[in-house]
């Protein structure tokens, strides 16, 4: 999401950079680029206006035009005001009751992804040790029901009977009775849609919300529509208490203006992102990430969150010992493949590290991808046990057997050899002094706690880390091949391509984590 966007202000912010001192045309050509960026991606012509208004009153102030370094005061002036308009700091949660069950209602059009986004928050309320019913209201589009009971199974929570010839209000009042009488801390209702907005639908979505009485009112809607998608949030606003807005397929927006538009349009929050065809694909919005994203920064807490959601403890905590020792085999690699793939791919995890927008050339032509990860996976398992834990005996004739049995060229294993070589002797180089580099890797991801401490990251508690700290970890980070981190998170990308480490991408004296 943001892709373009994030290139477009990528190359206005490197032009300023280079000038030691900014006048004020050239902070007008530069805002005037950055009004054209925003809308090329579709970001609504009011909110652009307003956008570049306050930035402009902003940066011809006395504190840009002499400041040490300019071009990062302008970048700061932008980046505060992608927060202010995506929402402000933090991110906005649902609102539970204190006397369950909670009702969150959701309503969309047809097609937007409401039914999979009702099961996805099933799934991430129920990790949170709530107990969650899931209701189909949909008695229109043919096994939509089915549909929801499939999904429920799948995100492992419980989900309404199914019972033929009632009516949406009737399986309303079903359902709130089926929460209250067997315990449920949150029931979620699924209802109908219809391909346009039409007055049948918006008065049935009105009774069902005079019954439910929800706590929160959910508008799901489809990001790749654009400004439709800000139009439907305005007429079911104008039916609906909408409480929070969630975008879905924000992973194919590569313009992103709807999430742009949608806070200042409707002044409604942006809850959750939708960011894969996955069960669990369903991200908290937070403006002040989002917003270091669009402007290359990565997001490291999101990045980390991703591992602990993914973690197996037991395993990664032996891998972490085998680690510390100095020892690293194919099928510890083969793992650490398997754990990208588990947390959204190269594709995935490229638009979470900082400083990727600016090596975008160089990833296409070292063919990064999740293709290359199949591959490689293939490659490895391909292996007998003996040539995995010793990859040393592996000569010609046994190269030649893998790479038929993998479908792959010679070349390939051997280049992959070569990045195990090098890992593995990262690794060794870490294990040095007893351990100590590890040791301060885990002091730099809150310090203490091992796995304890990972997952209580995944759970959102996470430390806010000053730019030292993003230094220090950069500086252990780039010791690896791939720019990564061991006990579970990448620690190597294909062909052997370095990125920046984690600290890197940062402007110099701006920092997105810290607040001004």
């Known amino acids: 999401m943001f892709d373009a966007l994030t290139d477009r202000l990528s190359s206005v912010f490197d032009r300023l950079s280079g000038r030691g001192v900014l006048s004020e045309k050239d902070i007008d050509e530069a805002l005037k680029e950055v ?96 107990k969650v019913l899931l209701a189909s209201l949909d008695t229109r589009r043919p096994a939509a029901m089915e549909q929801l009971a499939t999904l429920a199974v799948q995100a492992g929570v419980d989900s309404l009977p199914i019972v033929a010839g009632q009516s949406a209000p009737d399986i309303a009042r079903r359902a709130l009775s089926s929460a209250r009488l067997q315990g449920f801390d949150v029931v979620i209702l699924d209802t109908a849609g219809r391909t346009t907005l039409d007055e049948a639908m918006m008065a049935e979505a009105a009774e069902i919300a005079a019954i439910g009485q929800p706590h929160e009112t959910l508008l799901v809607a489809d990001s790749l529509t654009g400004q439709d998608a800000v139009r439907t ?142 591959r490689q996976a293939a490659i490895i398992s391909s292996m007998t046990k003996a040539e995995r834990r010793k990859p040393d005996i592996l000569q010609a004739s046994r190269k030649r057997r893998i790479a038929a049995g993998a479908g792959v060229e010679v070349a390939e294993i051997n280049r992959l050899l070569k990045q195990h070589r090098q890992m593995a002797d990262a690794f060794k180089m870490m294990s040095r002094d007893g351990g100590k580099g590890f040791a301060r890797m885990a002091g730099m991801l809150g310090g203490g706690g091992g796995m304890d401490r990972l997952k209580a990251l995944g759970g959102g508690k996470v430390p806010t880390a000053d730019a030292a700290q993003l230094e220090e970890l950069a500086k252990l980070a780039e010791k690896l091949p791939g720019g990564g981190l061991p006990g579970g998170l990448p620690g190597g990308l294909p062909g052997g391509m370095k990125l920046p480490g984690l600290g890197g991408g940062l402007p110099p004296g701006f920092n997105p984590f810290k607040k001004s």
């Open 35 to 130: 009004r054209t960026a925003l809308l090329d991606a579709d970001v609504a012509l009011p909110v652009v206006r307003d956008f570049i208004a306050r930035a402009r009153e902003q940066a011809s102030g006395e504190a840009v035009i002499r400041s040490v370094r300019p071009a990062d005061q302008v970048v700061k002036i932008t980046y505060d005001g992608l927060v202010e308009m995506l929402g402000g700091e933090g991110a906005e949660g649902l609102n539970l009751s204190l006397n369950p069950p909670t009702v969150i209602l959701m309503a969309g059009l047809q097609g937007s992804g409401k039914t999979t986004t009702a099961a996805k928050l099933a799934l991430r309320l129920s990790r949170e040790r709530k």
């Open 233 to 374: 949030a305005r007429a079911f606003h104008e039916r609906l208490p909408l409480t929070g807005l969630v975008l879905t397929r924000a992973d194919g927006d590569g313009r992103g203006g709807a999430a742009l538009s949608m806070r200042a349009v409707t002044g409604l929050p942006i809850k959750f992102l939708g960011v894969s065809e996955k069960i669990d694909g369903l991200d908290v919005f937070d403006a002040a990430r989002v917003a270091g994203r669009i402007l290359g920064q990565g997001d490291i807490v999101a990045l980390v969150e991703k591992a602990a959601q993914d973690l197996d403890t037991a395993k990664a905590e032996a891998m972490a010992r085998r680690l510390a020792k100095g020892q690293f085999d194919l099928d510890m690699m083969a793992d650490q493949l398997a754990q990208m793939k588990r947390m959204g791919g190269m594709e995935g995890l490229m638009g979470l590290l900082p400083g990727v927008q600016k090596v975008k050339k160089q990833i296409a032509e070292a063919n990064i991808s999740d293709k290359a990860l199949d």
